[in-house]
């Protein structure tokens, strides 16, 4: 199965073409442009650099929310219209499932997984996930968004933070969680489309797919999203 996979959450754009669950290729940019102006053409130049005609595609995932207001509403709509021309299956992804997914298997079994993005105004969207017996990490809290230091402060055990909420608010993970809050290398705080598409594929095998005429982003807080 062809699956082309964005994501548009935050300040940097990144998409991916699989066959299955191996990258035939994947870009990614963080030049601060505008999602709305580069994402199709983006596409376009990626699907060509294959030499694969747009009607192989046969699944088109996104990343759904949460995120930035605009940046998902680029993406979403972008990837509706394409599977909407094309007659394909559409599968939105949670962005911090896919963060979570940047972490690598090591043998720290007992240690969380907290992916956290800047949501503005002072606060982050996160959610936080387990090590399993089957090697995937499950989601034991769903994503929300709130402040850091309320969130930190009901956390317990060794946790590794990782996204540019991770980013920002650095200091204050390591104040109230100290010796207990372990950081991902910096190239690990990006979304990457890999990623989405490989869970878009675990959704679109178990039949979790999204309506194409009524999928909309996530944005846990909508009444001021634009302005995130």
Do not use: Q, W
């Amino acid at each position: 199965m062809i699956t082309l996979a964005i994501d548009t959450s935050a300040g940097t754009t990144s998409i991916a073409l699989l066959e299955d669950n191996s990258i035939l290729t994947e870009l990614f940019m963080n030049s601060g442009k505008n999602h709305a102006a580069t994402l199709l053409p983006a596409i376009e130049n990626l699907i060509a650099s294959v030499g694969i005609k747009p009607e192989r595609i046969e699944l088109f995932a996104f990343t759904a929310g949460p995120g930035s207001f605009t940046g998902l509403r680029v993406g979403a709509s972008t990837v509706k219209g394409l599977a909407f021309v094309l007659e394909k299956p559409v599968v939105g992804v949670c962005t911090l499932d896919a963060l979570a997914l940047n972490v690598p298997d090591f043998p720290l079994k007992e240690v969380a997984v907290c992916p956290m993005l800047d949501a503005g105004r002072g606060e982050i969207y996160t959610a936080l996930y387990a090590p399993s017996e089957t090697g995937i990490y499950e989601k034991t809290l769903t994503e929300c968004v709130l402040y850091p230091e309320k969130f930190l402060d009901s956390i317990d055990g060794e946790v590794i933070f990782l996204g540019n909420g991770a980013e920002k608010y650095r200091d204050v993970i390591g104040n109230v969680l100290p010796g207990r809050s372990f950081f991902m290398p910096p190239h690990f705080n990006h979304i990457r489309a890999y990623a989405v598409g490989i869970l878009g594929r675990r959704k679109f095998d178990t039949g979790d797919m999204s309506d194409i005429m009524t999928v909309t982003p996530d944005y846990l807080r909508a009444s001021y999203a634009a302005k995130v």
